[in-house]
């Protein structure tokens, strides 16, 4: 199934992300502005953001999940992430999808946040 199937679908896709992308990086610091509230780590050095696609067009997809179902922000973190991201410059639509395929880990945080958190 390719990305755009998985979309049509309603079943986000855990797939590479676009890193290659001209604005790849732009779109990694955008997610970094957002914090879960309960945690002071951003969400993409928490491991929170699974897959970032960008097309030609500058049409984001944003796979991601959060550290629990139960996430007292599971409605707004979306949204909080689609506004960081279209703010930029060359993002013409983002498109945050949530998951909990494959369940979020402590392990799949960043050094630095483990650091950040004193797991290290």
Wanted: charged share 20%.
């Amino acid at each position: 199934m390719s990305f755009t199937e998985a979309k049509i679908e309603g079943t986000p896709l855990i797939a590479p992300s676009t890193i290659e992308h001209p604005l790849y990086d732009s779109v990694v610091e955008a997610c970094r502005t957002v914090f879960d509230p309960e945690i002071p780590v951003n969400i993409f050095d928490l491991g929170l953001v699974y897959t970032i696609r960008i097309d030609d067009q500058g049409v984001v997809d944003i796979v991601m999940t959060l550290t629990a179902p139960g996430c007292p922000v599971a409605g707004e973190m979306p949204g909080w992430v689609a506004d960081a991201v279209n703010a930029l410059p060359g993002v013409k639509q983002v498109d945050v999808q949530m998951t909990f395929e494959p369940q979020w880990g402590m392990e799949m945080m960043s050094d630095e946040a483990r650091l950040e958190l004193g797991f290290m």
